[in-house]
T-cell receptor, first 117, second 115 residues
């Protein structure tokens, strides 16, 4: 168990809908990262928050948004869903604000499998 | 794209054999990390090697790093059926300012260990 909790584990919805994915980081971790994993694109970085502030954006669509709350949990909001948004969405947490140090590894949750029908 | 690439994409071996996976990356790095993912599950960190290290061991894992060739290899010795998983290398992202934030993952090597 990584200590990172993601809910829900599975989500089935229709095109055009909006969903919210939730992530609780490991106790004490200030950084939360969101990744999208699909068969054709692999693991794509979406967004990084550190202690409530957005730190970096990756390949995140304008239809997607995220935030990190004062209690450090994070939510990823996906709107106007399309078939192509079907993927496994992971959040990961770490203590530090970056991954360039000697010990900056990420702890991953078990993911939310999103199916858009 | 700064994404690393693993090679081979898939590897099938018998229990007891060694498995070697390679990773190439494109930018200068401070560290390189390897992760494992069991089917449909979250990634699990295996080992981190710093840019000033050439080799690192952890149990049955051996990682090498060649910064001049921008490549790394992961060796799993005496493999077991439980090692069946996908293995990813990851490097810290370098932006224009040079600072490093999120990790960039390769597409992974799918390892199958047959009993």
């Amino acid at each position: 168990d990584s200590g990172v909790t993601q809910t829900p584990k599975h989500l089935i919805t229709a095109t055009g809908q909006r969903v919210t994915l939730r992530c609780s980081p490991r106790s004490g971790d200030l950084s939360v990262y969101w990744y999208q994993q699909s068969l054709d694109q692999g693991l794509q970085f979406l967004i990084h928050y550190y202690n409530g502030e957005e730190r970096a954006k990756g390949n995140i669509l304008e239809r997607f948004s995220a935030q990190q709350f004062p209690d450090l949990h994070s939510e990823l909001n996906l709107s106007s869903l399309e078939l192509g948004d079907s993927a496994l969405y992971f959040c990961a947490s770490s203590e530090a604000f970056w991954t360039g140090g000697a010990n900056e590894k990420l702890f991953f949750g078990s993911g939310t499998q999103l199916s858009v029908l | 794209s700064q994404q690393g690439e693993e090679d081979p994409q898939a590897l099938s071996i018998q229990e007891g054999e060694n498995a070697t996976m390679n990773c190439s990356y494109k930018t200068s790095i401070n560290n390189l990390q390897w992760y494992r993912q069991n089917s449909g599950r979250g990634l699990v960190h295996l080992i981190l090697i710093r840019s000033n290290e050439r080799e690192k061991h952890s149990g049955r894992l051996r990682v090498t790093l060649d910064t001049s060739k921008k490549s790394s290899s992961l060796l799993i010795t005496a493999s077991r059926a439980a090692d069946t998983a996908s293995y990813f290398c990851a490097t810290p992202f370098m932006n224009y300012g040079g600072s490093q934030g999120n990790l960039i993952f390769g597409k992974g090597t799918k390892l199958s260990v047959k009993p």
